[in-house]
């Protein structure tokens, strides 16, 4: 299981050599959590564009970055984070009124597309637009702000999603990647790993006071079993 870090619960004015760090520890895919003040609950004020755009500067181009559009008009305004230098947008299927559409769009623009559901979500919400999308993010917090409880009892929705991907690479379809986000750390990161996720998202359990990015991450892929 590849670990993605969220920039979420770092130190703004130091966000530079923070990044820095994230890749001297052969991290190299980097997870932006958008929030617009407005569609998360607690109607929180993230970043936006134009710290992407600074971020894909200083990291260069073999970096992966994907965008968590916490938003209400990601239809709308994706352009503006494909302008940023994003590879993958993430929308809240919640929050998209004609997916099919913004899946063709986002492909059309040369990035990847893919789809993201909160906790109580149903997953046949994004199921019918699973054969064309790159990526299927499912929340194991509520979203809004770093350092909250994983919620175990998203097991079975992430347990659902694979069953689908594995049958439809088997049926000769696109190889769907599976990421969790909210919540992980060393100590569940084997159990999400167990079932099936492809890349977890780690905010606060890599960026935090208790010890380095590289710390940190030796930690998880000990739990993990990776070298
Ligand atoms: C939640 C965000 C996250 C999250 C990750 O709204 O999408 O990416 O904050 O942070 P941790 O790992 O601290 O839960
Ligand atoms: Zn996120």
Known sequence: MEITPSILTADFTRLG??????LQAGI???????????WVVNRTITFGPALIRSIRDRLGDNIILDCHLM?????????????A???LVIAH????????TLIDSLHDAGVQAGFVLNPDTPVDTILP????LDLVLVMSVIPGKGGQSFMPEVEEKVRCFRTAIDQQISDGGRHTRLMIDGGIKAHNAAQV???GVDIAVVGSGLINHKGTI??????????????
């Open 28 to 38: 190299r895919w980097i997870h932006l959590d958008v929030m617009d003040g407005n």
């Open 17 to 22: 050599e923070t990044l820095d760090d994230a």
């Open 93 to 100: 299927i919640e929050a998209v009124k004609d997916p099919a």
């Open 214 to 227: 590289a710390e940190n991450l030796a930690e998880i892929h000990h739990e993990l079993g990776q070298a």
């Open 129 to 132: 637009y699973l054969q064309n």
């Open 71 to 83: 938003i209400t008009n990601a239809e709308e305004t994706w352009p503006q984070y494909v302008d």
């Open 85 to 87: 230098g994003v590879n």
């Open 193 to 195: 790993a167990n079932w």
